[in-house]
């Protein structure tokens, strides 16, 4: 079966540096690879999918990369703000929508 | 565009009884939505999938008499937590895609249950 692992250790980082979270997984590479942000005591927020031919992925200050080979996602927040603290889930797609969620990065942006 | 609520937002109930937790696409129709569950500090779990019109489809190791599923509308899932029990405490989160956005899946905000 799949597995996913995400950093489960907090990212502490000042504001205005780049947060870069690893999503990793085991077996089959997914058709795309999804992020998602997390508040405490709310359901998981939209933010990129990234598909299994491309390389990158853009939205404002937010950047994800996907290595099929490496079987590893990377994701970037750049010019981190104190609003970008939250937990950060990836998903793959197990198959029609289907998905599976690593456990998250806890992201701790101070000023 | 593309909200999803659920209700209630918290709910307690005492052992033995059963909640119903409603989840609903607000402006667009979802012919498939998903049940997730989320242990403190743990990731999502998928529960089922739930198909308008259809019956649900429950992931291994999920009791289909215990949770049961309804997917009456294109904007209307519930589910059913029958007879619950302390261990069923936990955040419950659906999701639901709008085929006219692809693959793009939205959330609602979750209910806690706690049950005593």
């Known amino acids: 079966s799949q597995k996913i692992e995400q950093n489960s250790e907090a990212l502490n980082i000042q504001e205005g540096k780049t947060a870069t979270l690893t999503c990793n997984y085991t077996n089959y590479s997914p058709a795309y690879l999804q992020w998602y942000r997390q508040d405490p005591g709310r359901g998981p927020v939209f933010l990129l999918l990234i598909r299994e031919n491309e390389k990158e992925k853009r939205k404002e200050r937010l950047k994800v990369t996907f290595d099929t080979t490496l079987k590893q996602s990377l994701f970037h927040i750049t010019a981190s703000q104190p609003a970008d603290s939250a937990t950060y889930l990836c998903?793959?797609?197990?198959?029609?929508?289907?998905?599976?969620f690593g456990a998250g990065t806890q992201v701790v942006v101070t000023p | 565009g593309a909200v999803v609520s659920q209700h209630p937002s918290r709910v307690i109930c005492k052992s033995g009884t059963s909640v119903k937790i409603e989840c609903r696409s607000l402006d667009f129709q979802a012919t498939t939505m998903f049940w997730y569950r989320q242990f403190p500090k743990q990731s999502l779990m998928l529960m089922a999938t739930s198909n308008e019109g259809s019956k649900a489809t429950y992931e291994q190791g999920v009791e289909k008499d215990k949770f049961l599923i309804n997917h009456a509308s294109l904007t209307l899932s519930t589910l059913t937590v029958t007879s619950a029990h302390p261990e069923d405490s936990s955040f419950y989160i659906c999701?639901?895609?709008?085929?006219?956005?692809?693959?793009?899946?939205?959330f609602g905000p979750g209910t806690r249950l706690t049950v005593l």
């Open positions: 999701s639901a895609r709008d085929s006219q956005r692809g693959n793009e899946q939205f």
């Open positions: 998903a793959l797609d197990k198959s029609w929508g289907k998905l599976q």
